[in-house]
């Protein structure tokens, strides 16, 4: 006797498919707006903009608001 395949579920594989292909839109979605703005951060000399960036922890005002309500 010979086992017979299970039938293919078309549908599911074409979801399958579409929501993979959806994710992959999404992550270049996402991408590329942070692309496209690096590169219009010039100025009309075409030189870079020259910004500070300030990196790292910073006490402000609301971070010692939150530490005296966290010490009561």
């Not at 078309?10 to 994710?23: D, E, H, I, P, Y």
């Not at 496209?36 to 609301?62: C, F, I, S, V, W």
């Amino acid at each position: 006797m010979s086992a017979k395949k299970p039938a293919v579920d078309n549908g599911r594989r074409k979801f399958l498919n579409g929501s993979a292909l959806v994710g992959a839109g999404a992550v270049v979605a996402t991408v590329i707006p942070g692309v496209a703005g690096a590169t219009t951060d010039n100025d009309q000399t075409g030189q870079a903009a020259e910004q500070p960036r300030e990196e790292g922890y910073r006490l402000t005002k609301h971070i010692q608001d939150y530490y005296k309500t966290a010490a009561s």
